[in-house]
C-alpha cells in the first residue's frame, strides 16, 4: 500500500500565481488534513475534511482553499501565492472521524517556495 | 497557537544511551501522541496514550502522562543512530467540535555512533 501520496515533492512559484497541491490515500480513511511546517513553528493545520462532502478551517486557513474530491483525495489550492506562503505542506489521513482518537497517517511533503 | 511544548529543543547523545524528551501541554486533553519525522519525511506515529492512563510501552519507547501537571516524557532506551530524528507530540483536546491534533514544535534528536 502506498498509504498518502503527496504531488509534487517540489515547486517553485512567483508571487501571485496559483497552484493545487494534490494528495490521495489508499487506507480507506475517512478524515484528512493539510498542515504546514514552519522552522520553529512546529505543524500548523490549515483545513481539515473530517469526512467526504466537509471541509472545515483550521489554525491558519488564510490564502488557501480546499476541495474534498472523494473520499481518497483532498486537495489544496494557493490562489495567490505570496512568500510567506513558503513552507513545506503535508497531508494526513485518519481512521475515525474524531481525530483526537485515532493516529494520523503523513504523506512525505511538498516544499513549496514563494519568490 | 502550539498546545504542546517539547523539551528540550535539542539533545545529543551516544549510541546505546537513554533519551528522554518532555511535552507540556495547556489544556485538558482526549489523548496524547507522539511522532517521529526523519529528515526530508513525513511524520510517523509512534504511540498513543490515553488521558485515563498514565504510562505505555512500544519496543523500545516508553511513554508517561501526568494529567495533573499537564506534561508526558517520551523515553527511547538503547538509542541507535537510526533514532536520529525530530519527536513531535500532538494533543487531542477535549471537547468542543475540534476534531484536529495540536502539535508541539519537537525536539530534535541526535545520536552519535
Known amino acids: 500500500n502506498a498509504g498518502v501520496t503527496q504531488t509534487p515533492k517540489f515547486q517553485v512559484l512567483k508571487t501571485g500565481q496559483s497552484m493545487t497541491l494534490q494528495c490521495a490515500q489508499d487506507m480507506n480513511h475517512n478524515s484528512m488534513y493539510w498542515y504546514r511546517q514552519d522552522p520553529g513553528m512546529g505543524l500548523r493545520l490549515i483545513y481539515y475534511s473530517a469526512s467526504e462532502g466537509t471541509t472545515d478551517k483550521g489554525e491558519v486557513p488564510n490564502g488557501y482553499n480546499v476541495s474534498r474530491l472523494n473520499k481518497r483525495e483532498f486537495s489544496l489550492r494557493l490562489e495567490s501565492a505570496a512568500p510567506s506562503q513558503t513552507s513545506v505542506y503535508f497531508c494526513?489521513?485518519?481512521?475515525?472521524?474524531?481525530?483526537?482518537?485515532?493516529?494520523?497517517?503523513f504523506g512525505n511533503g511538498t516544499r513549496l517556495t514563494v519568490t | 497557537s502550539q498546545q504542546g511544548e517539547e523539551d528540550p529543543q535539542a539533545l545529543s547523545i551516544q549510541e546505546g544511551e537513554n533519551a528522554t524528551m518532555n511535552c507540556s501541554y495547556k489544556t485538558s486533553i482526549n489523548n496524547l501522541q507522539w511522532y517521529r519525522q526523519n529528515s526530508g519525511r513525513g511524520l510517523v506515529h509512534l504511540i498513543l496514550?490515553?488521558?485515563?492512563?498514565r504510562e505505555k510501552h512500544s519496543g523500545r519507547l516508553r511513554v508517561t502522562l501526568d494529567t495533573s501537571k499537564k506534561s508526558s516524557s517520551l523515553l527511547i532506551t538503547a538509542s541507535r543512530a537510526a533514532d536520529t530524528a525530530s519527536y513531535f507530540c500532538a494533543t487531542g483536546r477535549r471537547g468542543g467540535a475540534t476534531n484536529k491534533l495540536i502539535f508541539g514544535t519537537g525536539t530534535l534528536l541526535a545520536v552519535q555512533p
Open positions: 494526513a489521513s485518519s481512521e475515525w472521524t474524531g481525530s483526537y482518537n485515532s493516529p494520523l497517517h
Open positions: 496514550i490515553r488521558s485515563n492512563e
